[in-house]
């Protein structure tokens, strides 16, 4: 059984897509040992709760400085002994010793097609207000290794998703959750719990 955590920040609707498909099996041998967010306002640890997952807050702001907060959160991190750490929305830098410690173990969700609309700055809407603006017709998401650049890993799951005229970054913001990331998470989660996922020169390779 696959044991995960899954790092948070915000609203937790692809912890909730995470939930559910574990729920109805289309995710089989895995499990969320916890939830951890840095945002102790983040309605995701209220997913979690209710439906019975720890779920714990570690905030930057109740530390002295950065390295202080990373040491904690990975200690804690640590101590829950997961195989694998998805981050799905979880809006903070990852630390280096954490990406050496957990090599292809960690897994993130961003609303682009990469390599377009990725790297420093490209949270969630801003990535829907950089597609309209350029007048991009295909968007989507991507599921990918975590490594020590800003959306650099290998890429495990991609899902295109039209843009539409009149689109608004929230109404193309939901779009691309519903038809890719509520989709390509739990997917990717379920291939790398049933073995299917390995990585080879910076490339994965899927097994049938
Ligand atoms: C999602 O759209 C996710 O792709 C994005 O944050 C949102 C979190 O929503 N992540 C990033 O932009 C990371 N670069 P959620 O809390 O409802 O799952």
Redesign the pocket.
């Known amino acids: 059984m696959l044991k995960i955590a899954v790092c ?1 920040s ?6 909730q897509a995470i939930i559910d498909a574990i729920d109805s099996k289309k995710i089989t041998n895995a499990e969320i040992s916890v939830v951890i967010s840095n945002n102790k306002n983040a309605y ?1 640890l209220e997913r979690a709760k209710k439906h019975g997952i720890e779920a714990i807050c570690i905030s930057p702001k109740d530390f002295e400085n950065r390295d202080e907060f990373n040491r904690s959160f990975l200690e804690k991190l640590d101590s829950y002994h997961v195989d694998l750490v998805v981050l ?2 979880f ?1 903070v830098v990852i630390p280096k010793a954490m990406i050496e410690k957990y090599q292809n173990k960690i897994i ?4 682009s097609l990469i390599p377009s609309f990725c790297g420093k700055g ?3 809407l801003k ?1 829907h207000e950089g597609v309209l603006s350029r007048g991009v017709k295909v968007t989507g ?1 991507t599921v990918h290794f975590v490594d020590e650049g800003t959306d650099t890993g290998p890429i495990i799951l991609q899902k295109a998703v039209e843009v539409q005229e009149g689109d608004t970054p929230e109404v193309l ?1 939901r779009r691309v ?1 519903e038809q890719a ?1 509520w989709q390509i998470m739990p997917k990717a989660i379920d291939l790398i719990a049933n073995g299917k996922v390995s990585v080879c020169d910076r490339c994965v390779h899927i097994a049938e």
């Open positions: 948070v915000g609203g937790g609707t692809n912890l995701a799905a929305g809006l993130n969700i961003h609303p490209y949270y969630g990535v998401a913001q959750m990331e």
